[in-house]
């Protein structure tokens, strides 16, 4: 094979994983540096070769999969970071490190490579300040257009007052679709309204009734939620803001996320005992999600809000009240503790065990009802069937995951792809279909709580036999955490939603100098104009359900 024939991607990884130094090979002069992060090796490359760089690590050593973009300020220097993985494999991973000097802090944008990198790009200049060249639309995503300043910014002034003038709406592409023949319309849809699931605001071009343009317009329930996270300790204050994120609930996989960041910063061992209640809480949670997604679904569909939403809300409260007794809490759980959780399971024991194997016994009925009620209706069917299509090679370019990605037949998980917890030791199988449409996006989520059932099920069978004197619920994890200052480390969970991944670089402090959050919603979201132009505005309400996002999460 001649150096100038692409290799095949076998030629990058080895047993023990990536082989970074032919991927060096593959970069040649691209390459300036090598940082080695816990998760993976990154490259350090020049600003104005991003794009060179990724087509090469895309197309020639098959990092299809851009997770995340952090962006950061030093002392001396802006830098973003691309974190890359694999759809088949997201265990091998690379870093691509872009430094830029403070007084010109720009870079080449990577959004032609992966559209995500769009509104990843836009966060990284809204919040910090990093340009983007040759972006396609750079703009503020979180923050109103017209807000100075960038929050994450070091020089950010916060009592600086902020002016907000009032913007007439104008039709964004109105000289585009101008013609004798048609016309097109410009509509505000939200960002109070039932449909947008939250305050979501979308700009919708219509032609007729068909979509033209939707741009959804984030934002309005930004809190700072990076920012509060690097203001906090480690140990002890960070653990209760992940329980807000997606508070459907995703909370116990929210927190999960946190604590598998960190425990891998701390090199934190948790206890197996403590790892299986903690997978058997995220399923439970898991369910939780998926039955709120289905009844709000279907209430966009066609309205029903008796027999399908309120059954899907019975079910739902059985599992809070079991996610209470273990808890305490309904929804901000705050159970995860760093090195295992906060206390045993609630006593008497077997009475804890009967509630759950009461309501996983009662679940397949359950479940019978809802595929008599919706996915054999013929209504539903006509509104689901072949609409808000998503082929698998959008949902790869857009950084989707969870059930939208798996809708779609990319079968990609991390219980199972980067196992975690206690999923690698239990029977149970990743859901897939192959429609890309919003009836497989629904079938994806009704068998995936049917899959988490049986989780739970092995957990408890467990639980139940476990030694009295090995149940051991935490590690012994330092009062005041300080990891070694420059140490990086960037780690993903399976949330209901998809990767939920938190970045995070320690300076040798008890606090993070960055934490960033990859929101499965954010990226999700914005799939929403690929699935929707050219279809109906019926269509677009139905796709955006099918999404089943949280703005807490999308705009954190």
Request: glycine share 6%.
């Given at each position: 094979?001649?150096?100038?024939?692409?290799?095949?991607?076998?030629?990058?990884?080895?047993?023990?994983?990536?082989?970074?130094d032919?991927?060096?090979?593959?970069?040649?002069?691209?390459?300036?540096?090598r940082?080695?992060?816990?998760?993976?090796?990154?490259?350090?490359?020049?600003?104005?070769?991003?794009?060179?760089?990724?087509?090469?690590?895309?197309?020639e050593?098959?990092?299809?999969?851009?997770?995340?973009?952090?962006?950061?300020?030093?002392?001396?220097?802006?830098?973003?970071?691309?974190?890359?993985?694999?759809?088949?494999?997201?265990?091998?991973?690379?870093?691509?490190?872009?430094?830029?000097?403070?007084?010109?802090?720009v870079?080449?944008t990577?959004?032609?490579?992966?559209?995500?990198?769009?509104?990843?790009?836009?966060?990284?200049?809204?919040?910090?300040?990093?340009?983007?060249?040759?972006?396609?639309?750079?703009?503020?995503?979180?923050?109103?257009?017209?807000?100075?300043?960038?929050?994450?910014?070091?020089?950010?002034?916060?009592?600086?007052?902020?002016?907000?003038?009032?913007?007439?709406?104008?039709?964004?592409?109105?000289?585009?679709?101008?013609?004798?023949?048609?016309?097109?319309?410009?509509?505000?849809?939200?960002?109070?309204?039932?449909?947008?699931?939250?305050?979501?605001?979308?700009?919708?071009?219509?032609?007729?009734?068909?979509?033209?343009?939707?741009?959804?317009?984030?934002?309005?329930?930004h809190r700072?939620?990076?920012?509060?996270?690097?203001?906090?300790?480690?140990?002890?204050?960070?653990?209760?803001?992940?329980?807000?994120?997606?508070?459907?609930?995703?909370?116990?996989?929210?927190?999960?996320?946190?604590a598998?960041?960190?425990e891998?910063?701390?090199?934190?061992?948790?206890?197996?005992?403590?790892?299986?209640?903690?997978?058997?809480?995220?399923?439970?949670?898991?369910?939780?999600?998926?039955?709120?997604?289905?009844?709000?679904?279907?209430?966009?569909?066609?309205?029903?809000?008796?027999?399908?939403?309120?059954?899907?809300?019975?079910?739902?409260?059985?599992?809070?009240?079991?996610?209470e007794?273990?808890?305490?809490?309904?929804?901000?759980?705050?159970?995860?503790?760093?090195?295992?959780?906060?206390?045993?399971l609630?006593?008497?024991?077997?009475?804890?065990?009967?509630?759950?194997?009461?309501?996983?016994?009662?679940?397949?009925?359950?479940?019978?009802?809802?595929?008599?009620?919706?996915?054999?209706?013929e209504?539903?069917?006509?509104?689901?069937?072949?609409?808000?299509?998503?082929?698998?090679?959008?949902?790869?370019q857009?950084?989707?995951?969870?059930?939208?990605?798996?809708a779609?037949?990319?079968?990609?998980?991390?219980?199972?792809?980067?196992?975690?917890g206690?999923?690698?030791?239990?029977?149970?199988?990743?859901?897939?279909?192959?429609?890309?449409?919003n009836y497989?996006?629904?079938?994806?989520?009704?068998?995936?709580?049917?899959?988490?059932?049986?989780?739970?099920?092995?957990?408890?069978?467990?639980?139940?036999?476990?030694?009295?004197?090995?149940?051991?619920?935490?590690?012994?994890?330092?009062?005041?955490?300080?990891?070694?200052p420059?140490?990086?480390?960037?780690?993903?969970?399976?949330?209901?939603?998809?990767?939920?991944?938190?970045?995070?670089?320690?300076?040798?402090?008890?606090?993070?100098?960055?934490?960033?959050?990859?929101?499965?919603?954010?990226?999700?979201?914005?799939?929403?104009?690929?699935?929707?132009?050219?279809?109906?505005?019926?269509?677009?309400?139905?796709?955006?359900?099918?999404?089943?996002?949280?703005?807490?999460?999308?705009?954190?």
């Amino acid at each position: 094979m001649s150096l100038e024939e692409p290799q095949p991607e076998s030629a990058y990884v080895t047993d023990e994983g990536v082989d970074y130094d032919a991927l060096a090979s593959l970069l040649g002069d691209h390459v300036l540096g090598r940082e080695s992060h816990l998760n993976a090796e990154a490259f350090v490359i020049r600003p104005d070769e991003v794009q060179d760089v990724l087509y090469l690590l895309r197309d020639e050593a098959g990092f299809d999969y851009l997770s995340c973009v952090t962006a950061q300020e030093y002392e001396d220097r802006y830098e973003s970071i691309y974190h890359l993985k694999k759809y088949a494999d997201p265990t091998q991973e690379v870093g691509i490190v872009v430094p830029v000097p403070r007084d010109e802090p720009v870079s080449e944008t990577a959004a032609p490579v992966y559209k995500t990198a769009d509104w990843h790009e836009r966060e990284a200049y809204d919040l910090v300040g990093i340009e983007y060249e040759g972006h396609p639309d750079l703009r503020r995503i979180l923050l109103p257009e017209t807000w100075q300043g960038h929050p994450l910014g070091q020089d950010y002034d916060q009592d600086k007052p902020q002016i907000v003038p009032y913007r007439e709406h104008v039709n964004p592409i109105e000289e585009d679709y101008r013609d004798a023949e048609s016309d097109t319309m410009f509509i505000n849809i939200g960002p109070h309204h039932p449909a947008t699931h939250g305050v979501l605001h979308l700009k919708a071009v219509l032609d007729g009734e068909q979509v033209v343009d939707v741009d959804p317009d984030i934002g309005y329930l930004h809190r700072c939620e990076e920012q509060m996270c690097q203001s906090s300790t480690y140990r002890h204050q960070i653990m209760p803001y992940p329980d807000r994120w997606d508070y459907a609930p995703g909370g116990l996989m929210n927190e999960w996320a946190y604590a598998r960041a960190v425990e891998d910063l701390a090199d934190i061992e948790v206890p197996e005992y403590a790892q299986v209640i903690r997978t058997m809480g995220a399923e439970l949670c898991r369910m939780c999600s998926h039955m709120l997604a289905l009844g709000t679904f279907c209430l966009d569909i066609y309205g029903d809000f008796t027999a399908i939403f309120m059954y899907a809300m019975r079910d739902r409260e059985k599992l809070q009240s079991i996610l209470e007794d273990l808890t305490g809490q309904r929804m901000m759980f705050n159970y995860l503790r760093l090195g295992g959780i906060a206390w045993d399971l609630p006593e008497p024991r077997e009475e804890f065990f009967e509630k759950t194997r009461d309501f996983l016994e009662d679940l397949p009925v359950a479940t019978q009802e809802y595929h008599d009620l919706i996915t054999s209706n013929e209504i539903f069917q006509i509104r689901t069937v072949g609409t808000g299509i998503l082929p698998p090679e959008a949902v790869k370019q857009y950084g989707a995951t969870g059930p939208v990605a798996r809708a779609s037949g990319v079968d990609m998980d991390l219980r199972r792809d980067d196992p975690y917890g206690y999923y690698d030791e239990l029977d149970w199988e990743v859901a897939v279909e192959h429609g890309c449409d919003n009836y497989s996006r629904l079938l994806v989520r009704m068998r995936e709580v049917e899959e988490s059932a049986k989780i739970v099920e092995q957990c408890i069978d467990l639980l139940e036999d476990w030694p009295e004197e090995d149940r051991e619920i935490q590690s012994n994890v330092p009062r005041t955490l300080k990891p070694d200052p420059d140490t990086e480390v960037y780690r993903g969970v399976e949330a209901a939603k998809g990767e939920l991944g938190i970045y995070m670089r320690s300076d040798g402090t008890a606090k993070p100098a960055r934490f960033k959050i990859r929101s499965p919603c954010f990226c999700n979201l914005s799939t929403l104009g690929e699935m929707s132009e050219g279809e109906y505005v019926a269509d677009l309400i139905a796709s955006l359900g099918s999404l089943d996002i949280i703005l807490g999460e999308v705009d954190r």
